[in-house]
């Protein structure tokens, strides 16, 4: 299955300029999804981090995992309409800078879920390089 940004933005809440997942390439619901980040020097985090020298703050590619994981548990009918707040995050690990022009390819899959919790262990890659990694957290909202 794969959503585009319209799509997407019918399971989640989030919006531009915050909305930090472009397409989902891959989808088995509930269980794991692949989406891409295309990373552009028009952001506005940009302008601030770092001027000179653009880098992709990792709260950013953390936060664009964690919009994959709501993706992935959001688009189980019994879930439609609630919100995945998020938790927690344990063991983020960062490999590599993500700068424009890179496309983030954001791997997600639901370790655990039960009731409204659940974790979910993601990696973030560009071309075949891990750029991070971790563990996170969510509870489901109204």
């Known amino acids: 299955m794969i959503l585009n940004s319209n799509q997407i ?51 950013l590619i953390i936060e664009a995992l964690a919009q994959v994981s709501a993706v992935t548990i959001l688009s189980l009918e019994e879930n439609k309409g609630r919100i995945a707040y998020f938790a927690g995050i344990k063991n983020a690990k960062f490999r590599r800078k993500v700068i424009p022009g890179d496309t983030l390819r954001l791997e997600i899959l639901i370790k655990r879920f039960k009731g409204l919790v659940g974790i979910g262990g993601g990696k973030a890659f560009v071309e075949d390089e891990l750029a991070c990694e971790a563990e996170l957290m969510f509870v489901l909202g109204q």
Not at 21 to 39: H, M, P, S
């Open 9 to 59: 933005q019918e399971i989640i809440p989030h919006r531009y300029p915050f909305l930090m997942v472009d397409r989902i390439i891959e989808l088995e619901k509930g269980l794991r999804a692949v989406g891409e980040k295309c990373v552009s020097a028009n952001e506005m985090h940009f302008i601030g981090h770092f001027p000179g020298t653009h880098v992709m703050p990792g709260v």
